[in-house]
């Protein structure tokens, strides 16, 4: 993790007292730590003119220590300071507990180790802290001949089931991890699985099932799993219905403190879920409980879930008709420091998007030309869907503005990078659209041409369980057709979908 990237997750009320960490650690013939944290802050220099200014003699690998010793001391600082925070969630259930254990290891009984184990029990049931649980009923087992215990069994029965939920727990935690890793490997480095069979399989493999669903840690795993799993087989509507009674299933699930971010999680999958089903009124439900989340909360916690919840409110705007607000919430997102780089593109790429639909073509091409690394790059950073829809909008805005060389450019560039893979995944369709489009912008004069109006009808049906981006894509060739607008074509596609 770059230093960048830790200084970042300092809050703008933390950066004093950080100044004072440093400056009690920091000894006086030794404060370029402090010098290189306020270089870093309060300056627009880069690291090479930093490393220079602290070290006129180019001493660079003790600049890279430098720079390692900060990294260290911000992360003992959070540290120390979630510690703080969360003492009364975390701390004293584990005091409770330790005092107790250390009262029987010396072979003491009485009822001072007795109330310490249940107030420990009863904050580790209160925050679902199976593992601490799990110690604390060993250790009643283990000392049961001290403690003089009136029902051995009911302990025994307390311990069976605290190991089935942490248990399922575990499992759940080990099914999460293994969607992520495949996902991972289909996004970034093209491997194409059938992720409905293999989903299944995984199901089997953990014997997962809704009796799993113990917390809101497990429904935000799930909900995850189920969003993640739609975005990489292309179909939203397959898993909509079990998502909606995840989420039914966990509004009886009562909210606890430490159940926020999970929450807000689970929001915004289901807010982004009904977004790419087109359901923007549903979207905007989850949204704005969202945003009724977050007025609860002081305004420099969950900046990253803030930016994630507005860039998913500017595409409901954008897709219902208000590109203006939209273009300028997406404006408004872009000018600020957001660490999450697949974001950032995504609000990036978002803002052509607008600005193209709102007819703002050479505005749209001067965003698109900032785009400046590799199609590789961008698949590594973003992942091959965000790169491929980049490419189909730099593909339209080239015909669009009779860039004939560079449409050229465009369309082998993307047969190159992306035809394999489309052809072996479930997206084989888009094949079929690039194939439309080039002929639209091959032979313009046949725009009208019955045989390719046919082509667009029967691709039109394969359509049916895709997202709202690749309707919105197929709203151009529709628009050429038509001789219609693009933006309000787009809209009134939308709309059809909603309504079929």
């Known amino acids: 993790m770059k230093l960048e990237e830790i200084l970042s997750l300092l809050h703008q009320k933390q950066h004093k007292k950080f100044i004072r960490f440093l400056e009690n650690r920091e000894k006086a013939k030794d404060s370029k730590g402090l010098q290189l944290y306020v270089?870093?802050?309060?300056?627009?220099?880069?690291?090479?003119?930093?490393?220079?200014?602290?070290?006129?003699?180019?001493n660079f690998v003790a600049?890279?220590?430098?720079?390692?010793?900060?990294?260290?001391?911000?992360?003992?600082?959070?540290?120390?300071?979630?510690?703080?925070?969360?003492?009364?969630?975390?701390?004293?259930?584990?005091?409770?507990?330790?005092?107790?254990?250390?009262?029987?290891e010396q072979g003491q009984r009485g009822s001072v180790a007795?109330?310490?184990?249940?107030?420990?029990?009863?904050?580790?049931?209160?925050?679902?802290?199976?593992?601490?649980?799990?110690?604390?009923?060993?250790?009643?087992?283990?000392?049961?001949?001290?403690?003089?215990?009136?029902?051995?069994?009911?302990?025994?029965?307390?311990?069976?089931e605290n190991f089935s939920a942490l248990e399922g727990a575990q499992k759940l935690s080990m099914f999460y991890a293994d969607v992520r890793a495949q996902l991972y490997r289909i996004r970034h480095q093209g491997e194409y699985v059938d992720m409905v069979s293999w989903y299944q399989s995984k199901i089997r493999e953990y014997g997962l099932s809704d009796t799993t669903l113990y917390n809101f840690k497990a429904a935000y795993q799930l909900t995850t799993i189920l969003s993640l799993t739609a975005f990489v087989v292309n179909d939203y509507g397959m898993i909509v219905s079990l998502l909606e009674a995840n989420y039914q299933q966990l509004q009886a699930y009562p909210e606890k403190q430490q159940d926020r971010y999970y929450r807000l999680q689970v929001l915004y999958h289901m807010?982004?879920?009904?977004?790419?089903?087109?359901?923007?009124?549903?979207?905007?439900?989850?949204?704005?409980?969202?945003?009724?989340?977050?007025?609860?909360?002081?305004?420099?916690?969950?900046?990253?879930?803030?930016?994630?919840?507005?860039?998913?409110?500017?595409?409901?705007?954008h897709y219902t008709g208000q590109v203006g607000?939209?273009?300028?919430?997406?404006?408004?997102?872009?000018?600020?420091?957001?660490?999450?780089?697949?974001?950032?593109?995504?609000?990036?790429?978002?803002?052509?998007?607008?600005?193209?639909?709102?007819g703002d073509l050479q505005i749209a091409f001067k965003l698109l030309q900032k785009f400046n690394h590799s199609p590789s790059w961008y698949m590594k950073k973003a992942g091959k869907e965000w790169a491929i829809r980049k490419a189909i909008i730099e593909i339209m805005l080239a015909i669009d503005l009779e860039k004939v060389e560079l449409a050229f450019v465009y369309f082998e560039s993307f047969k190159r990078l992306y035809y394999n893979y489309l052809k072996a995944s479930n997206l084989h369709f888009v094949v079929e659209f690039l194939r439309i489009l080039e002929k639209i912008f091959l032979y313009p004069d046949r725009v009208k041409d019955s045989h390719l109006v046919t082509d667009l009808d029967n691709f039109q049906g394969q359509l049916e369980q895709t997202d709202v981006f690749m309707r919105s894509f197929y709203a151009w060739p529709i628009a050429k057709i038509r001789g219609k607008d693009l933006?309000?074509?787009?809209?009134?596609?939308?709309?059809?979908?909603?309504?079929?």
Request: glycine share 0%.
């Open 63 to 104: 600049y890279r220590v430098l720079r390692k010793r900060l990294s260290n001391s911000v992360l003992q600082f959070l540290a120390g300071e979630l510690l703080q925070n969360n003492y009364d969630a975390i701390g004293i259930r584990l005091q409770y507990y330790l005092v107790a254990r250390y009262i029987l």
């Open 325 to 358: 607000e939209a273009i300028a919430l997406a404006n408004h997102l872009i000018r600020k420091k957001i660490t999450d780089l697949e974001l950032k593109l995504d609000i990036r790429l978002s803002l052509v998007m607008y600005h193209y639909h709102n």
């Open 114 to 160: 007795i109330s310490l184990l249940q107030k420990a029990e009863k904050l580790a049931i209160q925050h679902e802290d199976y593992a601490l649980l799990y110690d604390l009923y060993n250790t009643q087992l283990e000392h049961a001949h001290q403690l003089q215990m009136e029902s051995l069994a009911m302990v025994k029965q307390k311990a069976r």
């Open 487 to 500: 933006y309000r074509t787009t809209l009134k596609l939308m709309s059809n979908n909603k309504e079929s």
């Open 39 to 58: 270089l870093m802050t309060q300056s627009d220099l880069d690291k090479e003119r930093i490393a220079r200014k602290l070290y006129p003699n180019q």
């Open 271 to 317: 807010a982004n879920l009904y977004f790419r089903t087109q359901d923007f009124e549903r979207a905007q439900f989850f949204l704005d409980e969202m945003a009724t989340a977050f007025a609860d909360l002081p305004v420099n916690k969950w900046q990253l879930e803030r930016v994630k919840q507005q860039n998913l409110q500017a595409l409901c705007l």
